[in-house]
């Protein structure tokens, strides 16, 4: 099983830091994919919108077909919309994905590969207005969502929830505990401040 | 202000990733440290326990003197309780340091540099024990310890909680708000399974 991570200049550090941690673990501890790859479209360090460096294990030539594709956010999304080579490399790959993920504004580059077209998709909450205005999104203010292949999560740390979530849908429950429990992922639900619910808060919040 | 995130080889990604995103939104939005810096004893990329590969910004050498340390970690600490060099650096930048911070098992890096003699310090679930027959630490099973001037977490996602807990407490509620609300951290409280509740499980998951 090939999984593939993609990253491009101002990648958001823990939209694809926190997937990459949990598929990790499953991979480690509970039959998750052998083989895990950070994919950039040259094999050359890319710098994070946080200032992280990461080299990248393949470039897009370099890349195997994936069976799963997951695609971060960020501010580099505003300019990798306009690079056809990033949008062909995702739309290219998806044909023969058995899943494509999107974490934050990682959806808008999927709704640019023409995944997301009539489909439920959500994104971090400042874009929430903008992923509407593209039309044809069904957008909803969920913690992550499912469109049948295709899962798209909300802001930044979202992609973690999101990733258990799929763990436990394909391999089940017990997978996904153990990946959880290696990671301790057990958050505290501490929120400081209110803006969790203030007018910019994405809905699930206020449920 | 100078923040220093320390990598070694087989260091765990989401130790340092995660409290890395919270330091750059608090930077970005709320008055955080201007300068976040990388730090590995070479100046030259580093591979983590999961794969990835991350080029540092300052070898230990090129370093300037850190106001803050923070050290994750992952199956690497195991050999690197014995580098001399690593054990060295954060000695000697502690000494000057307002506060040093520890993730997962870099609490038992924290404890060879002489820095939890007689503490409360706490440690990834799986390492509670190891880290109680140092017998010269106070453990605790908590999400997150403070001593004095000492931050330490438990497992891998246990840093986020204890970088929000930090900012809270040197820059005030607002400042941690803030961050928490641009990184989207209202995680989902689903468990997968029994594990919290099982034999191994820390105390904290109990109450």
């Known amino acids: ?13 823990l939209d694809f830091a926190g997937p990459w941690e949990i598929l990790g673990m499953w991979s480690k ?18 710098t994070c919108a946080k200032g992280l460096i990461v080299v990248p294990h393949v470039s897009f030539a370099q890349c195997p077909p994936l069976d799963y594709l ?4 960020g501010e580099g999304t505003r300019r990798e919309v306009y690079n056809p080579a990033l949008i062909d490399f995702i739309a290219g ?11 934050c504004t990682g959806s808008f580059l999927l709704h640019r590969a023409g995944l997301l077209n009539g ?6 909450w400042g874009s929430l ?8 999104v069904h957008v909803e203010e969920e913690r992550f969502t499912r469109d049948g292949n295709v899962w798209t999560a909300a ?3 979202a ?49």
Chains 1, 2 share one sequence.
């Open 155 to 157: 802001g930044v740390s």
């Open 159 to 207: 992609g973690i929830d999101m990733m258990l979530a799929f763990i436990a849908e394909t391999a089940g429950e017990r997978a996904a505990g153990i990946a959880q429990f290696a990671a301790e992922y057990y958050p505290s639900s501490r929120a400081y401040g209110d803006f969790h619910t203030g007018p910019d808060a994405p809905a699930y919040l206020k449920k």
């Open 129 to 136: 207005e903008r992923l509407r205005k593209l039309g044809d």
């Open 70 to 73: 997951l695609v971060p956010g």
């Open 1 to 13: 099983m090939n999984w593939g991570v993609l990253i491009f200049p101002n990648v958001e550090e």
């Open 119 to 124: 489909r439920k998709a959500t994104t971090h």
């Open 29 to 46: 501890f509970s039959g998750g994919p052998d083989k895990r790859l950070i994919v950039a479209e040259a094999y050359e360090p890319v």
């Open 93 to 103: 790959q998806a044909k023969s994905c058995r899943a494509v993920l999107s974490v």
